[in-house]
């Protein structure tokens, strides 16, 4: 009953918003979360016009999860085998190695820059023969599901301005996250949920912090910015009514509202006032949807003994890897996770260890888990840090601690799904683990790249700020063509 | 969704838009029927060559195509570089222009602009916008915002009756030209909430709409503005947008984003509005108040205006990166806030549209080239790294003496970043490609000579550039701020694009509303009280805003101004609100940033763990109803429940904030604790009252709502109340009533208050509540 009632209350604001629609007036940012269908009109002239007709062409991946790995993961522990780096353990940097390369303010006074090898061993996995450390099984073992780039490089080399680059495109400034830029370009699947969302989790070792910037909309309209979910007992801020109001009473309030509004709204003719009775029934609705998603207690006992026991403890970066399979699920285009703790100057052995064992089984889990349910092929999963480490200890050497500064000239990341081809290693560094010496992709790339799978075309997703078009890729970036399938 | 609107209101509203002589540029591509009998250049066709042609044939020299340029006649009239028998441009002969074939042709080879640019052809209508402009002699005009504005002569009306002051006759002419008719005065309870929340961000009090409606005296108007004017309120609501403007915040802004002690420059701010500082002397100050002859400490603390910017405190980084970047971002923001220009796009190479060359950005920059600093100063760390050097501090006895605004209750140390330049002049290089170590050519300070050179006797320091900012013959500076004001009370700028003044911008759609005001605010002393005050007395501002379905199809984005602004309040006012009516607001102005309630979590899921703000530490008691805008701003974090409302984050300079309605904010308001424990004291209030519940609920309205309600809503209102009150349960009301740390009454009746309480939070969460009406 009281379903069918909220029902018709639906229908009668969604024709008049559809009725308001026709008479065009927009002012109001609604965006994806409202009418989610607008955004698929396809081959309709005026939207085609306005960003040149996305898709751009057929899209291979329809969403994201990005497993962001804060504060830069080595990539000489991870999954850039360097074998060279032990033979000449404690030995100097040739410095015809480190060319032009400027040097952050912890080591560009250091005296020596001694070469250290990777405290853990590698082994090859798969048909591919892809060289993983022994710090990530659970990813060794889904070598053959995913695409190593052992060949990424950035601009930045300071953690702030490097994550800004890697999720907006620019170090500097209020762009857009890529995320947002997706929802902008794509819109959302779900109309109860949002089109981009936002999971944070942190580790033990040594962490840099996030910035709400790195999701934010930018000059986008609002409606595009990230979303955060939370493990607290809000899961989205100020979702949860407070204690002693029910369900019903929440619907009484909003018929209320509804009705005195509507008296407003005959006496003014603002069609904002219709836009916020619409606003309301979809914080209404987010209100039973969210936490249907974030419920795991109904998955499978297989499915939390491949995530691991953390899956059920909320906040960690297994429970937000299983979630993230959730909201994907459930049509949410981008789900960007951000893991924090890696930032390993120094104590790398131990800390790295206890980073890793926070993200292996799950990362793993998570992309056996899309390709058990069929959707690994239409969801891009995306693996990395910021930027890579130096292959030179920082501070005191020793074989069982050392620790590693940053790196932006060469790192690795791995992808799977969404067009990618799997089981894969692609590009490939000197024997240092320093420079890129075949197939380098930029972050511009990157971007390019992720769009392209999306069916975008970067230069045609546009948006026109303070008198320039703006891209995510800048004036710059290129497909990365060899990895794509 | 957003851009589907936008299309479809173009298509409906492009007719009105043309023929205003007032749209933005895509405006122009809509109207297939009417080419104007003249065509000008500023408003017709000179959008259309920005939009479509500058990028690669305007003033970039860096990625200027077949060496030919549209902006500049002398070069568009002579023959082609690389074709010498064609002219782009033949006065008076279409068919010999090459610029009219290119955009008329249908073989894609030729056509212009080319599928690689990713930029639409030109409409059949620009086309012909085009052709008729070469007909008429294809004739330029240097762009309408570098030109100083001069003072119209105030135009004659027919409905002189209508008319309040000279606003009224520019606004009303436009209106009479397009058959509309102004709105009637909005009702008097609703021109207090929207004045009084205009003039000091806080609704009216019950006392000040009793005796506004009693007052019928024919100036009864003028007496509730000037009384809202000298209240020290004015100053608050008027500072939030300079905040905005200035990226005022609490924290350094990168990475660990540790406390920085900037707030006594937030205390002047408010007192400089309300001590009606004149808009020179403003921003003089805040440019150079250190550079002033035996400059004051209240001058020198105005400078921090330039040190409200981002500072690094991460290890490691490279220094002169980071110092670059802090000139960069003053260069930045004197473009915009000051100028209304988007002077950072020639940071990297010459600007794409406008005529200002990277030299003359770096020119710019110069100016700020030279502050005694560094990049990296201090990491996180104590009380000693919440300024960076240069900074002043502040002593008891100074506030005792001459900083009498600033409010500090404390004896602690307290410092805050200013201006103060070294002795030596530190060279200035163009960066190439903005790059902080690749140096170009040396340049010496100096501003872009297509809005006015910097030539004569200025000094060549930042006082110097404060002078020829306020020189007569400076186009922008007073059009920028009066624009800027005419936003806070419209909702829109004269030029909608605030920010942007320049080719790419909006055009004025009253340009001789926006000379008179400016040239009369700039000969009247740069009064900015004076300012408000003509503004808010017009008839144009108090029309209701009654929208008719007319006016909606005919006006959607009220461009002729034919109805008075309906808004949704900033985020900060929004709080404000809910605070005031409920009697709960702290009415101290100024000192410390303050952490009211939020939700758990958000501060310590993002942080590195350094610092004093790694963990929220929320305040208590008479602190936690402190208004918006004194809330705590950490940058990496800003406050949840003001971000959704669209609340700037301060990273940097910001004139204009967007405005939009989500399901997000619905939540803030139905479950922040503010606006519950709000809902909940007023409530008790009321019961506190000896009178019937229907009084209450009127009393409760008129205190959210600032009128009256009708019979229809008091009478859902009521039975709402009614159903409340017989539904809710003791153990219901006792679960509500928990929220918020505010104590209820000992003798309360639990389940009415609960009932009451639900109610008042029904009233806040109406869309006219948050709404200046």
Known sequence: MEKDFLESRLNINRRRFLSRLSLGIGSAALGSLLIPDLFSGKGEEAEADFIAGIPNFAPKAKRVIYLFQDGAPSQLESFDYKPKLREMMGQELPPSVRGNQILTGMTAKQASFPLVGSFYDFKQYGESRAWISDLFPHIGKIADDICIIRSMNTDAINHDPALTFFQTGAQQGNRPSMGSWVSYGLGSENKNLPAFTVLLSKGKGNGQGVYSKLWSNGFLDSIHQGVQFSSGEDPILYLNDPEGLNRHERRKMLDNLAALNDINYKEFGDPEINTKIQQYEMAYRMQTAVPEIMDVSKESDDIVKMYGPECLIPGTYAANCLLARKLSENGVRFVQLYHQGWDQHNNLPQEMAGQAKDVDQASAALVTDLKQRGLLDETLVIWGGEFGRTNYSQGKLDAANYGRDHHPRCFSVWMAGGGIKPGMVYGESDEFGYNIVKDPVHVHDFHATILNQLGIDHTKLTFKSQGRRYRLTDVAGNVVKGIIT | ?773
């Open chain 2, 1 to 773: 969704m957003f851009r589907k609107l936008h299309l479809v209101w173009l298509l409906i509203a492009g007719c009105i838009l043309y023929c205003l002589h007032a749209c933005n540029s895509a405006g122009q591509q809509m109207d297939e029927e009417r080419v104007p009998d003249t065509v000008s250049y500023n408003f017709n066709i000179r959008p259309i060559l920005s939009d479509k042609c500058f990028k690669c044939h305007g003033p970039d020299a860096g990625h200027r195509e077949a060496d030919l340029r549209l902006d500049l006649p002398e070069i568009a009239y002579s023959a082609l570089k690389d074709n010498p028998e064609a002219h782009a441009l033949v006065p008076g002969d279409p068919s010999l222009s090459e610029v009219y074939r290119r955009i008329s042709t249908k073989d894609t080879a030729e056509q212009m602009p080319p599928a690689s640019s990713n930029l639409k052809k030109l409409s059949p209508f620009e086309v012909d916008l085009v052709k008729k402009w070469i007909k008429q002699g294809a004739r330029y005009e240097k762009h309408w915002a570098f030109v100083a504005p001069r003072a119209h002569p105030v135009p004659q009306v027919k409905n002189t009756d209508w008319v309040k002051n000279p606003i009224d006759n520019f606004v009303l002419q436009k209106m009479e030209q397009k058959g509309f008719e102004p709105n009637a005065e909005a009702d008097k309870e609703r021109l207090l909430k929207r004045v009084s929340l205009d003039l000091t961000g806080l609704p009216p009090s019950l006392k000040m709409m009793d005796s506004f409606l009693a007052d019928r005296s024919p100036d009864a108007y003028q007496k509730v503005v000037d009384q809202l004017m000298a209240a020290p309120q004015y100053g608050e609501k008027m500072a939030l947008h300079w905040l905005d403007v200035s990226r005022y915040a609490d924290s350094h802004g990168y990475q660990d984003d540790n406390y920085r002690s900037q707030w006594p420059w937030r205390d002047w701010v408010i007192h400089a509005f309300n001590e009606n500082l004149p808009y020179d002397k403003f921003i003089t100050w805040q440019l150079a108040g250190d550079q002033l002859p035996n400059a004051t400490k209240e001058q020198i603390l105005a400078t921090a205006f330039n040190r409200n910017h981002k500072i690094t405190e991460e290890g490691g980084v490279i220094d002169e990166e980071y110092r670059v970047s802090y000139v960069t971002d003053r260069t930045n923001t004197f473009g915009k806030a000051m100028l209304g220009v988007t002077l950072e796009c020639a940071h990297c190479h010459d600007h794409k549209y406008d005529p200002f060359s990277q030299k003359e950005y770096y020119a710019v920059f110069a100016f700020f080239n030279s502050v005694k600093e560094v990049g990296l100063q201090s990491t996180v760390g104590g009380a000693e790294t919440y300024a960076k050097r240069p900074m002043m501090q502040i002593s008891n006895d100074d506030i005792k003496k001459v900083l009498k605004f600033i409010n500090k209750q404390d004896t602690d140390k307290l410092i805050v970043s200013i201006m103060a330049d070294s002795d030596k002049v530190r060279p200035t290089y163009i960066l190439k490609r903005g790059n902080y170590d690749t140096h170009g050519d040396e340049v010496t300070a100096g501003t872009p000579k297509s809005i006015l050179p910097f030539t004569g006797n200025y000094p060549k320091n930042r006082l110097g550039l404060s002078e020829w900012l306020f020189n007569k013959n400076n186009p922008l500076t007073a059009r920028v701020f009066v624009n800027q004001v005419w936003q806070e009370f419209f909702g829109k700028g004269i030029v909608k694009s605030s920010g942007d003044f320049g080719m790419q911008g909006d055009l004025p759609s009253h340009p001789e509303l926006l000379d008179w005001l400016s040239v009369d605010f700039r000969d009247h002393g740069w009064d900015m009280k004076r300012l408000v005050k003509q503004v808010v007395m017009s008839a144009t501002y108090r029309q209701s805003a009654v929208v008719s379905p007319e006016k909606l199809k005919n006006d959607p984005d009220n461009i002729l101004f034919a109805r008075g602004p309906r808004n949704r309040l900033p985020a900060e006012f929004v709080r404000d609100l809910v605070l005031a009516s409920s009697g709960l607001l702290n009415r101290k102005i100024g000192g410390p940033s303050v952490n009211p309630y939020q939700p758990p979590g958000l501060w310590e899921n993002a942080t590195s763990g350094r610092g004093q703000l790694a963990t929220y530490k929320q305040v208590h008691g008479p602190d936690l109803y402190r208004r918006g805008m004194y809330t705590l701003i950490k940058r990496t974090v800003p406050p949840a429940s003001l971000a959704i409302f669209d609340a700037s984050n301060r990273d940097q300079c910001e004139v204009k904030r967007l405005r939009t309605n989500t399901p997000l904010q619905a939540l803030v308001m139905l479950n922040d604790p503010t606006v519950l424990e709000s809902a909940r004291v007023l409530a008790a209030k009321l019961l506190h009252d000896n009178s019937q519940s229907k009084d209450k609920i009127i009393k409760a309205f008129r205190l959210v709502m600032c009128r009256h309600p009708q019979e229809k809503e008091l009478a859902i209102l009521t039975a709402y109340y009614n159903e409340e009150l017989k539904s809710m349960t003791k153990a219901d009301a006792d679960k509500l009533l928990k929220v918020g740390e505010y104590p209820v009454p000992a003798n309360a009746d639990k389940v009415k208050l609960a009932a009451m309480m639900k109610v008042v939070d029904a009233m806040y969460n109406l869309e006219e509540a948050i709404t200046k009406t």
